[in-house]
């Protein structure tokens, strides 16, 4: 049978790095091996179901550039891909498993035993019920149900031995029975599966081959593996991917930065560091090389290549991953990049003037920029009016406010002479002056550099001039004057 991967959310929360890992692995495995990769949402918390969060799902996968073979959206021949669309099968196998003596009828109403709602949930886990019905006559708790009686189905742990399964990164795991959750619900009195339930019923249903999810999930897999034997199917291969810390040790988390995948795209990273990076998290590929096309990471990545050891997010590795790839875009892609950055910051409008003023500046800026919304602040001072610096700012160490002012004048009068639109006549006419008035030329271009622009580091000098306008340019210069002169 082909390779068949799921990546199976539960739409109560943004996606984040952790979930996007998972995804891209059992994407690249998939596509590895010629397989397909399902989505299917698991949508059985309907407390904490949102729409949104099914749309932030598509919307995620669209901006990061892989996407699914089969899902709710582009549908498949497994469908439907949606858990609550599936309520019906998951009520027959339940029942079927009670039929096989796997399972029982549960009435007990204490929500000590039974959860906080009354039902026990996917993240449900040491309420230590204490199997009060797993010993009730069949025929007594089938003439209850059938009276309208409400209840839970639970599925029958093996009171003794183990369970042991075979995982392909991790080797041989052997769990105690004892050790398991006693009795967990399978299908909640509303008619909703459990997690535990819907997820055995579906990786089947849809011939799932592989399932490479979270180490968290280990300690599910032993009653999984309980109820494919009960059902007499075929366990799917497992395994189970490393843990994403983050440089604390600790799982990765809102405390250590964004998490959400939103969250890194509002900021300004490109969707193929992201993806570059983040396929790095737990896994190896060629020595000496960090930069991936996704068909590259396709053609290299192996289950063989998976690390046991957790993986550290790093902030400022992606960081730099997301600079090479800036660098990398052309700079007519990167003009159309940052516009939308530029539009949000109020700078610039969407229209042919925005594109056109982004095409002369992306060249200055491009080697400085870690994201594209670093654009913004880098070249506001095109834009916006700023307080004049003051004048401990304007003065060069070795030249006093009566100097500064001079310099500023004769730059000005240089400026207006000989325009920037040639940047070598203009530098050498200011290396001419520099000589002639006795000062190093760095001296008459930090001041200007504060006057025009307002801070130190700015975009190369003569070009930054060029963006902002000679005239405008000048009324710069002639208000740090005035300071200089106070």
Known sequence: MSVRVR???????????????????????????????????????????????????????????????????????????????????????AHELVKKGAAYYCFCKDKRTQGNDGEETENEGGFGYPRTCRNLDPEEAKRRVDA??????????????????????????????????PDPVLLKS?????????????????????????????????????????FGWEVPKLCHLPMVLGQDGHKLSKRHGATAVNEFKKKGYL????????????????????????????????????????????????????????????????????????CDAGLLNDDNHGIEFMRKAVPLIKERLKYLSDAPLM??????DFDVPPQEELIPKKLDKTATARVLFEAKALLIK?????????????????????????????????????TKVSPPLFESIALVGIEKACARIDAAVQVLQK
């Open 148 to 181: 309208g009686e409400p209840y839970v189905i639970r599925l029958k742990i093996p009171l003794e031995g183990t369970t042991v399964f075979e995982d392909l990164l991790l080797g041989t795991i052997e769990w105690k029975n004892v050790d398991i959750n």
């Open 271 to 342: 969707p193929e560091a992201l993806v570059n990076y983040v396929a790095l998290l737990g896994c190896s590929y060629k020595d000496g090389q960090d930069i991936y096309s996704l068909d590259e990471l396709i053609a290299n990545f192996s289950i063989k290549h998976l690390n046991k050891a957790p993986a550290v997010f790093d902030y400022v590795k992606l960081e730099w991953f997301n600079g090479q790839y800036i660098r990398m875009k052309s700079d007519e892609e990167l003009a159309r990049l940052i516009l939308p950055f530029m």
């Open 418 to 454: 000989h325009g920037v639109s040639d940047h070598a006549v203009i530098e050498q006419a200011f290396r001419t002056k520099a000589e002639e008035l006795g000062y190093k030329l760095g001296d008459m271009l930090m001041p200007l550099r504060m006057a025009v622009t307002g």
């Open 7 to 93: 990546y199976a959310p539960s739409p109560t929360g943004l996606q984040h790095i952790g979930s996007v890992r998972t995804a891209l692995f059992n994407y690249l495995f998939a596509k590895s091996q010629n397989g397909t990769f399902i989505v299917r949402l698991e949508d059985t918390d309907r407390t904490r179901f949102r729409e949104e969060y099914v749309q932030n799902l598509y919307d995620t996968f669209a901006w990061l550039g892989f996407y699914w073979d089969e899902g709710p959206d582009v549908g498949g021949p497994a469908g439907p891909y949606v858990q609550s669309e599936r309520l019906a099968l998951y009520q027959q196998y």
């Open 190 to 230: 509303d008619g909703f599966p459990t997690y535990h339930l819907a997820n055995v019923i579906d990786d089947h249903s849809m011939q799932i081959t592989h399932i490479m999810r979270a180490q968290e999930w280990i300690s599910s897999t032993p009653l999984h593996i309980i109820m494919y034997k009960a």
């Open 379 to 384: 070249l506001g001072f095109v834009f916006k």
